[in-house]
Every structure is written in C-alpha cells, then in structure tokens.
C-alpha cells in the first residue's frame, strides 16, 4: 500500500511540475518593465541624434529632436504590470488543487480502493461490480461490428469474431448464421469450424447430431487436438450409440481438457456411460483377465491403464499398432527445449493424418506408441492402412498446423511395424 501511494504522489507531481512550469515561466517573463527598455532605448537614439546635429543642420536636427521626443511619451507610458502573472495565477492553484483530487475521484470510480486498506475485493465481488456494465458493452460492440460487416462483407475473420461474440452474448442462432457468412475460408481453420460447430449444436437444443458432427470431423482433420471439436464429434457418437467410435474421441479430449473443470465433469460422465454400456468396468481397465473374458475391444480399454498396474505385454501389443522412436539431430537439440512433439501417421500421397499423438515438453529421444485410438476417424482407423508414412514434428507453439520454425523429420513404415524417425529439418 504504501508503496502504490508514494509511486502515485511522484507520478502526480511530475505531472504537475511539467504543467506549471511553462505557466511560471510565462509570469517571469510578463514582469519586465517594457517602459523602462523603451526610455533607455530612446535615451541612446537622443545621443545619437547629438552627434549628429551638425551633419544634419539646425532645421533638420529639430524636427528629429520632436519626432523623439513625440515617442519618449508614448512609448513610456506606464503599462499595466504583472497582467500574464494574474492570470497565469488562477490556473496554477487550480492544477494544484484540481489535479490530485480528479485523481483520487477517477480511482475511487475505477479503482479499487479497498485494497488500500488491506482488504482487496473477492474475485465474486469484482466480478458481480463489473457484470452490469460488461453485457452493454459488448452489445454495443457487436452492434458495430454487425454494422461494419453489412457495409464490407468481404471480411472472413470479421464473420468469425461477430460469430464468436453472438455465442458469448448467448445468442447462438445468430452466431451460427454469421460463422455461415465466413465463406470459403472456413474449410481451413479448424477453430472455425468447430465453433460453428457448437452454435449450431446450442440451436439445436445442445444435440451436435448432423451438421455440427461433420463440421466437428473437418475441424479434427486440420486439427486433431481442438478440444471443442473433439468433445462434439466424441458427443455425437455416443448420441448415435457408436461407442466404439466414441471413446477414443472422448478419451482423447479428456486428456486435452483442464482437470477439475465442468468439460472435465462433462467429459468423465459420458466416459464412464460408454464404457459401462460397453461392458467396461476400472478393474478390467486396471488389470485385464484372461484372453475372452470380455467381448469388448482390447484397444479402447487398455487407453485407461493403471500407472500402478500396468498393461500385460499381450494388451499393449494388440493397443500399439507401431512403435515409433523420435530422436533430434545434434544440431537442433539447442533448440528443441519446451517444445510439444506432435506424431502423425498419413496414408502415403494423402495430406489429411490417419493418426496423431501429441507430447507437451517432450524430452528426445522418445518412443511414442501408435493405435487405433490415436485414429482421427472412426471410419478411417489406423489399423486399416497397410502402409503408413510417419511425420515427428516439434512445435514452438503448441499448435497442431505447422508453422514457420517447426523442427520436423519423416518415415515410413508398414502397419504393425515400429520406426526410427530423425528431426533433422526446420521448416522456413
């Protein structure tokens, strides 16, 4: 506190200081005697016109003697002293006055004086203070920007933020009809489609069944980590009673979505419904039985491994298709510290991924295993492939779609097999 208040009286004097200064000077100089500069000016063209007085003659030199003597009356006569410090006055008590009291007025209304005191507000009540003026706000911002794209449609990103603001605002029908307005440029970012996606999903009472669920597979093959697309396209599954091609989307978001919050609740509810109607319970998940003691799929129930416990030798080999084992060159070891690894297997002459995993951090060298949960489509899964070509790419950003400096190298691979990929390349 005290702290803030000494920076705040420094700051409010500096101000003051470069305000008033130029106005003290201004009187400084309006307290000269222009008066008596004039006479003594005048006394010296007299002395002047003395040393002159033969060269110029006796009629001449008179009537130059009266002209002088015209302007030493008018010139020194008396003026009004000290006028710009008069009025310079008033306005320096004001800007010492006035000043620290606006500032202290303008944090009382924006500030937060309580905290002055020890006592900063909760998070609830900061929260409560501002949320009557936040709804207006950007309603009027929509409005204009609503405004702005009716006059110059020809603006997709403009489309896509109006989108976004009329979900924030709740209305998600008008959301879905601007992200409708987007253009051909929405087949290209994934974050776009998904929240066109969701807008429609909301539309229709929550359901993401038809449109939202093929916007939500178009997000995934540009971005297989989008955790909205995720969620929606995993939702629809489940909807549809596909719980094979649910859970592997499901699960993938689950390990995408903050823990604790209520996409984490949402997510682990519609899991564990999958699962229970696929005849999956935790200790089959935990400790798996013997060979046909569930009809389920190996595959999806050994995702949920215990760290405890860990998977028979069987269960993870019939789970990893193929094993691959990233590795960097020298050269660009330096600069793949904090970077997140993204393994991406594609059908070979295809740009669209089969599979991907996705490692935050990830320490090379790194064995990475692929299977059919790692598919991006239920219809399409790794396992149906019999060749595939395996790209390891380390991203700076985190971000799925490549970028500029991505460090990244490639293999192929038949289906079952395991690969040595080498970061060896850096993208322009």
């Known amino acids: 506190m005290t702290t803030f208040l000494l920076a705040a009286a420094l700051l409010t004097a500096v101000v003051l200081a470069i305000l008033v200064l130029p106005l003290l000077g201004q009187r400084s100089r309006a307290g000269v005697d222009r008066a008596t500069v004039n006479a003594r000016l005048l006394r010296e063209d007299m002395a002047a016109l003395e040393r002159e007085r033969e060269a110029l003659g006796e009629a001449r030199y008179e009537q130059a003697r009266q002209e002088l003597a015209r302007r030493v009356l008018a010139d020194t006569v008396p003026m009004p002293r000290g006028r710009g410090a008069s009025s310079a006055l008033p306005t320096i008590a004001g800007l010492l006055l006035g000043l620290p ?3 202290g007025l303008l944090y009382e209304l924006m500030g937060t004086p309580a905290a002055l005191a020890g006592n900063p507000p909760s998070p609830a009540a900061a929260t409560q203070a501002a949320a009557p003026a936040a709804p207006s706000q950007v309603q009027k911002m929509v409005d204009s920007l609503a405004a702005k794209l009716a006059a110059h449609p020809d603006d997709p990103a403009g489309w896509a933020m109006l989108g976004r603001s009329y979900a924030v605002l709740g209305d998600f029908g008008k959301a879905a009809q601007a992200y409708g307005r987007v253009g051909p440029q929405l087949q290209h970012h994934a974050r776009w489609l998904a929240e066109y996606a969701d807008a429609l999903a909301m539309s229709a009472n ?8 093929r916007l939500a597979s178009q997000a995934l093959a540009i971005n297989p980590n989008n955790l909205l697309a995720l969620m929606l396209a995993g939702y629809a599954h489940a909807l549809r009673g596909d719980d094979r091609g649910a859970l592997p989307l499901l699960e993938h978001a689950s390990r995408e ?12 509810h519609v899991i564990s419904q ?3 109607r696929m005849g999956l319970t935790a200790a089959e998940n935990a400790a798996p039985g013997p060979a046909g003691a569930s009809s389920a799929p190996p595959a999806p129930a050994a995702r949920k491994v215990s760290v405890a416990e860990p998977a028979s030798p069987v269960r993870q080999q019939a789970l990893a298709l193929m094993q691959v084992r990233v590795s960097i060159a020298p050269s660009l070891r330096a600069q793949a510290q904090g970077r997140t690894l993204f393994v991406i297997a594609r059908v070979p002459g295809e740009r669209m991924p089969l599979a991907a995993a996705r490692r935050a951090d990830a320490r090379l060298p790194l064995q990475v295993a692929l ?3 790692d598919s991006m489509s239920p219809s399409q899964l790794l396992s149906s492939a019999p060749s595939v070509q395996i790209e390891a790419r380390l991203s700076a950003t985190g971000d799925a779609m490549p970028a500029s400096g991505d460090l990244y ?10 690969v040595a990929v080498l970061i060896d390349h850096r993208r322009p």
């Open 101 to 103: 009291i606006c500032a």
């Open 206 to 213: 929550g359901s993401p069944l038809g449109k939202p669920e």
């Open 257 to 268: 979505v903050v823990a604790g919050s209520e996409d984490a609740t949402f997510l682990d």
């Open 274 to 276: 999958v699962r229970r």
């Open 371 to 373: 299977s059919d949960v």
């Open 409 to 418: 190298g490639t293999a192929s691979v038949a289906r079952g097999g395991s």
